[in-house]
């Protein structure tokens, strides 16, 4: 792993020297040469364990090389104390060097974790009213220095003014934060507000190919480009374009990959004209073709997820800006057009019969949501349909004529309307309000256990709670969460992510699983001939069934307003017989083959 991530290193500062840097150069500092780019990097003693890998030196081999010369870039790091090794200057050649010497920094661990000065000392130094864009590498939660044995009290108050005072106010500052986290183990809820509010991307990287994507997600947040579209290895080049990117990813000890243009001609990593760069590593290849012939290319052998064909072109994809947030539930509207110098024109300017279309993938690239947006002089305009999942997914918009092509994606984040934390062990319950439209004033919400309602109490506007009555901890238990919302003359219910207390118990009342254990199987272990393993069967099946006789009285009270949940019940009822009496015939069977004479 350590030479996976040398050899990636070696690549973007291969990269950071050539086109691909300059290419970003020249599309970015037109627009974004007030950009304010700055790496908070999480050095406490936690993330010697769990980034053994040093991806924070990656993270800023990838900042030095990904970043536009001209913007503005800066380092931070912080554990106990905030230190800024980098202060926030003019991004040229003489930065890089400096940042590139400041890699041991990053390995100098400290014993805390105080996010909250971390990012209050770091959005606030120089900012020079520029736009500034934080991206918060961290593995853990708040926890800070301690005064006094309240310690617990102190990091629940340090977080709470961090997304109570800090964050909206950053917000309302237009400031950005992008958190990317090192460990599962993060405190996903903080990066998720911290990032949501402020227009940032929130995503977890445990691995150099994860590093890589989610920075190169947030660039593509902080410096939009162009892209076309890369479909089975294939790739169309218009008239319109000046010159074109290839970043593409492939396996360890992949086969060489070959371009070839629409001539034929062929283009490898050894045996190329001159004009053409060509990168080549492990994992990674990035070729540059300035002035490109025009037609269908190709690239021949193997192209992993994540890889792209960044255009320089003359005529431009644009859009409004594009959310980082979707949210169940909700639909998000859509604005784009094609503005620029080129010769794909009708009278009005525009190129001829274009199309404009918006997609949604998950995590896995399946498109799970797609629109045709529709044109009033030239402006596309469209409605997403809501999502019906959560979590990190991909949106696309797509711009189409014939002969022409343009793409544009972006990271997002997709979230419930109202998340749901139950804390450990379960005694409580917290709700907030995701949606920003949402508030107390607009939205009820109901919560049912076993069938009785639960009372749900206002901590805040956005904010409620609901307190468990005692739990046996040994049986897991669904509650049951809906939300009524009203939007101005609009009622609507909500979908609100299922919830599962005790989760880890053994036994759930939330579905036909009575013993999950009893269930999954039991090994028939070999029974002595004067054992009798039938009368053992029918007591563990006289159990189950004596246990099912007093249970299901219980669960149809409970799910007497849910059709769903008897059809469940019986399903279940059914279920457990049917296995029973399989089991019952099979060591049956068996002990009438022991029981067969022998010599």
Known sequence: MRLLVAGMLMFFLLV?????????????????????????????????QNDPNRLG???LELLVSLLPSGVTGGLWTFGSEVNNPLPASTVDSAWRKRALALKPALSNYQQFTDIERAVREAVKAGANGTRRNLILFTDGVVDIPANGNDKRQQDAASRKRLLNELIPELAQEGVVI??????????????????????????VAESPEALLRAFLDVVDRIFPVDQVPLE???????????????????????SALTLIGPDGERYTAGDHPDNVQWQAQNRFDIITVPQPETGQWR???????????NIDSSLSLRSAELPTVLYMDFVTRLEAWVEGQGTLKKPNGKPADLTLRAELANAQGQTVRTVQLTSDNGHFSGSLPAPDFVGNARLSLMASSEGFQRLRQQAVNVLPAVSAQVDQPATQVKLQAEYPLLSDDNTRIKARLQGEELPVVTVDSTEWRIDLPELDPSISLPLRLTATATLGSETRVLELPALTLNDDARRGLGDASLDRQGLSGERMEETPTDAKPDATLAEK??????????????????HYDDPAGWLAIVAGIILLCIIALWRRHAIHRRRQQREEPHV
Do not use: C, Y
Not at 181 to 195: E, I, K, N, T, Y
Not at 233 to 247: K, P
């Open 16 to 48: 950071a020297s050539g086109s691909w840097a300059q290419e970003q150069d020249k599309k970015a500092i037109e627009k974004d040469d007030d950009a304010d780019v700055r790496l908070v990097v999480d050095v406490s003693g936690s993330m010697k």
């Open 178 to 203: 992008h958190t990317i986290a090192f460990s599962p183990d993060v405190d996903q809820s903080l990066a998720q507000q911290m990032a949501g509010e402020t227009g940032g991307l929130a995503v």
């Open 541 to 558: 099946l006289n159990a189950k069934l004596s246990r099912i006789a007093n249970t299901v009285p219980r669960l149809l009270r409970d």
């Open 57 to 59: 030196n990656s993270a």
């Open 232 to 254: 089975d290895g294939r790739f169309a080049i218009d008239e319109q374009i000046d010159g074109f990117s290839a970043l593409l990813f492939h396996g360890p000890n992949a």
């Open 299 to 309: 690239i021949e052998g193997p192209v992993g997820e994540g890889s792209r064909i």
